[in-house]
């Protein structure tokens, strides 16, 4: 499990300094609301990705990708509507296209089970090279 979630606290994928006195004060309203939001349902939006995506690892990474775009695009969140909704359709929007990406690449077998092909080809070879040698007499 990501560490930000073991402790209990959220994860924010950016380092940010809320100090900056030349940052306009609406500015600062609007980071302070984001942190707000995303510190209050943070934990929510995981939980969201990790029940469509049951690896852990990959629900890290989707989360983290989610969060970054969370920040990118919270000037298109308004204000006072449904911050995990919103939330949860940008990660949902991640998770599909992680979907389609998955569905592309080329399935690999379990190690347990190429292991067990590999045993049964190695006992194969004789009886194999029997035909190969039988059917060569046949075709001269």
Aim: proline content about 6%; overall charge negative; charged content about 20%.
């Amino acid at each position: 499990m990501n560490p930000a979630h073991q402790q209990g606290a959220g994860f924010l994928p950016w380092p940010m300094t809320l100090t900056n006195s030349s940052m306009p004060n609406n500015k600062h309203e609007r980071v302070d609301e984001f942190m707000r939001l995303f510190t209050a349902h943070e934990p929510r939006i995981y939980g969201y990705i990790h029940s469509l995506v049951p690896r852990r690892p990959d629900a890290d990474d989707l989360a983290q990708e989610t969060h970054i775009v969370l920040w990118q695009k919270f000037d298109d969140f308004q204000s006072g509507t449904n911050f995990f909704a919103w939330a949860c359709q940008i990660a949902r929007n991640k998770v599909m296209h992680y979907r389609r990406s998955a569905a592309r690449a080329p399935a690999m077998l379990g190690l347990e089970a190429a292991e067990s092909i590999a045993a049964e080809m190695s006992e194969m070879q004789d009886e194999l090279a029997a035909r190969q040698a039988a059917f060569l007499d046949c075709v001269k």
